[in-house]
């Protein structure tokens, strides 16, 4: 890891027994209270690895979540990677039918 990134993207040495560990509370967070990677959920659903691939040089850190009640109306995902070295990071797009979502419980 890049020496920048562990101040932005690890846990405090005292939070994780002086150990380089991953900053993964948001996701954990959300991924508690009932909200979905939409990429993964689709890559779920059709086993396309291509819906992992990495967001920006590294790896695939950027992510768009969906509440529970629009999990079924994901239909598509997209890494948006052209034009080349637009930006550090590529452009993500997710496609709702949202006559799929959830309304029993809103």
Known sequence: MRPYNRAA????????????????????????????????ELYERSGDETLLRRTCADERIDQLWASMLLRDAITDYQL??????????????????????ATDNV
């Open 9 to 40: 993207r690890t846990r405090l040495p005292s939070e994780s027994d002086g150990r380089i560990t991953p900053e993964r509370r948001v996701a954990e967070t959300l991924s508690y209270i009932g909200f979905v990677d939409a990429a993964w």
């Open 80 to 101: 948006l990677d052209s034009p080349p070295d637009a930006s550090d990071h590529h452009g993500l797009v997710v496609v709702l039918d949202l006559a799929r979502a």
